[in-house]
């Protein structure tokens, strides 16, 4: 490195341009050097140290006061009354995996993104999933939009894809962020609801602010309640664009899409984990990871020619609008694989910043206003949260390239730059470091022509807030909309001040008729009497979680339920059909330790009965052994779980006695009692059971089939199931 510029620092030098991360490694060696486990190592002070005693402090007598010389109690009392920084104002609760991106082929068409060209690259990334309103330590499970960003770590340095697994927003201008924040964050005289938006003044202004009813139909549906991180979409939400060497500009949205499909929770489930398994969604992440079920999630793009900008009925600069897949297409062009959980939350998952401004060549912005406030926001929010402008150079927000600049000082700067240069132009260091020609990598804004007069108002071509919305409703399947009504129902089941609810029903009333009088229904105000508008009748199959579902049960959750004197045969075989096919089977038994099977073979129970329950599963089983099941029988939390699974119309299966079970549980309208001693296996309603099980395979094989529909929405009479 010469003297004069600014160095790399941090053992950076001489790395250069060709620690472009070809294996995605080299990020992981760079990270290295900040990642230390000091086990069997001497305990020090901050000024290195070595300490004798640290579990008393400093005092005259064995009685006495402590001393004021006590450096080592002072320093240790005050680091950790430093410890917290400020929680995100929003997206504070999240959960953070590093990982690898791959392109399929090279992009040079669309875009001379380095990072797009080459698809035996690695490109290195971390991922942080959220939830918007809760604070850091709220549930995870609760109704809201997730945060899906992603750090691609490249060759041209940091691009962050800060999005979410909503494809629209609230709003369509950025300088009422402030406003709908306020609305949904907790109340402020006295800080309720905790992480929720069922309550007064987020409907409030919700019902004055109808831009917000598109996203207003996607929080309301199952998306707001995902199954797993590692089962939900993930959108960039804006046009943003694609350059190309030659220039060429096109708009691009982009899309993240789950190789394990989009599934989602029942509301009962969701409010119910949340009391049961806080934290489901970051366990589940960091299970998956451990036990190497890598999440996978396939990037695509939605290209639109710069000369089509004016072809659609809706802006393409406004962000509560969605370029439906079947008006363009979304092309697949890279896969996302999650495969290393960070070593430490707070340095990784909570000091990673996220800008929406980290774009690299060949990706550059639209003049959608929400993403031009974007732009300023995020820097601005990295500066209190990490206390300073030197954020960047906290490990995971280092890039993998060099920094080089004349930017200098400041809290926690970390450089020791050499050299009396800093400043450009200058002749003493021969002007370095140097401005990069666009054949050299620098970055060159796209030179859009933009033309206007200063206003403070909205586009015209924002002004229809309602098609999409209907678009949305009319594209669900009917448990999805059923559902949809039953979130309105709890949503505003929870604002007190009627009049809020009577202006919602209003303008849902303008989304479609029938949706705002089953909203006004449990919403206890009058249903409108006449359609404010015509139901346009179009709909969008992929907008449709139906339609995204992947008929696999790889990663799925299956309990066991069992007790001493279980069919051992049955157990195992099942088990080990399901583990083959890549779930994850838990025995549940009241207590842990082994259970002893009829012929004395023993299973290790992996949960306790207490500590679990039906909702955290994505399907039960329960095999026979007659002393097995009857031990279950005289449980009421075993029937339970039977009755709420089926009341949350999860898989069930049961062999043997496991049968007796299911007829003592409040199941209805599955002709379990129908089943002789002639080993028939019933299947209905995602329910399979067999009371002789001579071939315990082909069981297993029904019941993964019926796992793997996820959800068996054909029973009515779940409704009746006390659970
Ligand atoms: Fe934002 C965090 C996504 C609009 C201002 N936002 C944040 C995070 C995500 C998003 C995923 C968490 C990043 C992380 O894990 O650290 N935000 C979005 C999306 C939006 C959006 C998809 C609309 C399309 N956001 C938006 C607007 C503003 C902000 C309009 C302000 C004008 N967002 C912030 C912020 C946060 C943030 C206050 C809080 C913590 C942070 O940035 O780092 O600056």
Not at 245 to 263: D, M
């Amino acid at each position: 490195m010469n003297g004069d510029g600014s160095t790399g620092g941090q053992g950076r030098d001489g790395q250069g341009d060709d620690l472009a991360s070809k294996d995605g490694q080299s990020k992981n060696a760079d990270l290295a050097q900040f990642r230390e486990s000091p086990q069997g190592e001497f305990l020090t002070s901050n000024h290195g140290l070595r300490i004798n005693h640290t579990d008393d402090s400093l005092k005259a007598g064995d009685r006495g006061p402590t001393l004021m010389e006590d450096f080592h109690f002072r320093e240790k009392l005050t680091h950790f009354d430093h410890e917290r920084i400020p929680e995100r104002v929003v997206h504070a609760r999240g959960s953070g995996a590093h990982g690898y991106f791959q392109v399929y082929e090279p992009l040079a068409e669309y875009t001379r993104a380095r990072f797009l060209q080459d698809p035996s690259q690695k490109t290195p990334v971390f991922v942080r999933f959220s939830t918007v309103v809760g604070s850091r330590g709220s549930a995870d499970t609760v109704r809201d939009v997730r945060g899906f960003a992603v750090k691609f770590y490249t060759e041209d340095g940091n691009f962050d894809l800060v999005g979410n697994n909503i494809p629209v927003f609230f709003i369509q201008d950025a300088i009422k962020f402030p406003d709908v924040v306020h609305a949904i964050k907790p109340e402020p005289h006295h800080e309720m609801p905790g992480a929720s938006s069922a309550h007064d003044t987020f409907w409030d202004f919700i019902s004055l602010t109808p831009e917000s009813m598109h996203m207003i139909m996607w929080l309301l549906s199952d998306r707001a309640i995902p199954r797993s991180y590692r089962m939900m979409q993930g959108f960039g939400v804006h046009s943003f664009r694609f350059v190309n060497a030659q220039g060429k500009a096109r708009f691009v949205k982009f899309h993240w899409k789950p190789l394990l499909g989009t599934h989602a929770l029942v509301l009962d489930e969701a409010l119910k984990i949340a009391g049961k398994d806080p934290d489901f969604h970051r366990r589940d992440l960091w299970e998956a990871i451990e036990r190497g079920d890598y999440p996978e999630f396939e990037l695509g793009v939605q290209l639109v020619e710069e000369a089509d900008e004016f072809k659609f009925d809706f802006d393409l600069l406004d962000a509560t609008k969605i370029i439906p897949e079947e008006v363009v297409p979304v092309r697949p062009i890279g896969k996302l694989t999650l495969d290393r959980n960070p070593d430490s939350f707070f340095a990784e998952t909570e000091q990673v910043a996220f800008h929406v401004g980290h774009v690299v060549p060949g990706i550059d912005f639209s003049n959608d206003p929400l993403l031009q406030g974007r732009l300023f926001s995020y820097l601005d929010t990295q500066l209190l949260r990490l206390g300073g402008p030197n954020f960047q150079q906290i490990p995971i927000n280092r890039p993998v390239v060099p920094v080089r600049n004349n930017q200098r000082d400041g809290f926690h700067q970390h450089k020791i730059v050499k050299g009396r240069v800093a400043y450009s132009p200058n002749a003493l260091a021969s002007n370095s470091p140097m401005p990069a020609a666009e054949e050299q990598g620098g970055y060159v804004h796209y030179a859009e022509k933009v033309e206007g007069r200063k206003v403070r108002r909205r586009s015209e071509s924002f002004g229809d807030h309602f098609s999409q919305a209907t678009l949305f409703w009319n594209s669900l399947s009917l448990p999805e909309k059923e559902h949809l009504v039953e979130a309105a129902h709890f949503e505003l089941g929870k604002v007190e001040a009627r009049e809020i609810r009577m202006r919602m029903v209003e303008l849902f009333n303008r989304v479609d008729h029938q949706l705002a009088t089953l909203i006004a229904e449990g919403a206890g105000v009058p249903a409108p009497t006449g359609s404010a508008v015509k139901n346009h009748g179009r709909s969008s199959p992929g907008l449709s979680m139906e339609n995204t579902a992947k008929r696999t049960i790889k990663g799925r959750r299956i309990a066991i339920l069992a007790g001493d004197g279980y069919n051992s045969a049955e157990l195992l075989a099942v088990r080990a059909a399901l583990q083959a096919a890549g779930a994850v089977t838990h025995v549940i038994s009241k207590f842990l330790g082994p259970i002893k099977s009829s012929g004395g073979e023993a299973v290790e129970v992996d949960k306790s009965a207490i500590t679990t329950g039906s909702i955290m599963y994505d399907a039960v089983y329960v095999p026979g052994g007659k002393a097995s099941v009857d031990t279950l029988l005289l449980q009421g939390d075993a029937r339970h779980f039977v009755n709420e699974a089926f009341k949350h119309c999860k898989a069930i299966g049961a062999t043997g006695e496991g049968v007796n079970l299911l007829l003592q549980s409040d199941i209805t309208g599955v002709p379990l009692a129908d089943q002789g001693s002639d080993g028939r296996v019933i299947v209905a309603k995602g329910v399979v059971a067999a009371r002789e099980v001579s071939n315990p395979q082909a069981f297993a094989q029904r019941l993964i089939e019926a796992i793997a529909q996820h959800r068996d929405w054909s029973r009515a009479e779940k409704v009746q199931v006390p659970a």
